[in-house]
């Protein structure tokens, strides 16, 4: 059975102060590793897709990177409107969809 | 690309009512999920459609819920007999290509009674 595991649960940061969040992932044939933004009470929003090991993806203060284990939302500089939930999700392609994660709640004080 | 629309945004309902949401994707898009979510967990999987034709349901999903996608546009999802436990956010997706990226609506957020 697939597995993805987010960490931190929870992550309070001060504005212009860069993190990491982790993405640990167990499935079997990874066909892409997906990263979502979630605001209350609305969809998650696409970020990025990665394909395989090494790969990298940025966009703004935002870059995802991708091991053969496990996958890293840096966040670089933050600011408040940055604040958010943020999914991993992983497929084997096919009839099944994305496996998500719980997320990752951050919160970006001014 | 209008994106993909879900009503209503919330229904509240009581124990024992039927419910149905409605999903229209983004047009070009042949490949449809629907997925559920409670607060503090991700989404999780409940069926997928490929044009019309309903290719695969959780193996959690309740004899109460049915989904169905005519002529393989809009989608509906139906939960019988609602129990509080069914009270969630209830999220569509759809996607023009295998392994691509998801595109969610906002979802219908339903609280049972």
């Known amino acids: 059975e697939d597995q993805v595991t987010q960490s931190p649960e929870a992550l309070r940061l001060q504005e212009g102060e860069s993190s990491s969040l982790n993405c640990s992932y167990t499935v079997s044939g990874l066909r892409g590793l997906f990263w979502y933004r979630q605001d209350p009470g609305k969809g998650p929003e696409f970020l990025f897709t990665l394909y395989s090991a090494g790969e990298e993806k940025e966009k703004e203060r935002l870059k995802a990177t991708l091991t053969k284990k496990e996958s890293f939302l840096h966040i670089t500089a933050p600011k408040p409107e940055d604040s958010a939930t943020y999914l991993c999700?992983?497929?084997?392609?096919?009839?099944?969809?994305?496996?998500f994660g719980k997320g990752t709640h951050l919160i970006i004080q001014p | 690309d209008t994106g993909v629309s879900q009503n209503p945004r919330h229904k509240i309902t009581k124990r024992g009512q039927n419910v149905t949401f409605r999903c229209d994707p983004i047009?070009?898009?042949?490949?449809l999920y629907w997925y559920r979510q409670t607060l503090g967990q991700g989404p999780e999987f409940l069926t997928y459609?490929?044009?019309?034709?309903?290719?695969?349901k959780s193996r959690l999903l309740s004899d109460r819920f049915s989904a169905e996608r005519p002529k393989g546009s809009f989608s509906t999802l139906e939960i019988q007999r609602t129990e509080q436990g069914d009270s969630a956010m209830y999220l569509c997706a759809t996607t023009g290509r295998d392994n691509s990226p998801l595109h969610f609506g906002n979802g219908t957020r339903l609280t049972v009674t």
């Open positions: 459609f490929q044009n019309e034709a309903q290719l695969e």
């Open positions: 999700a992983v497929t084997r392609g096919g009839a099944d969809g994305l496996t």
């Open positions: 047009s070009e898009h042949n490949r």
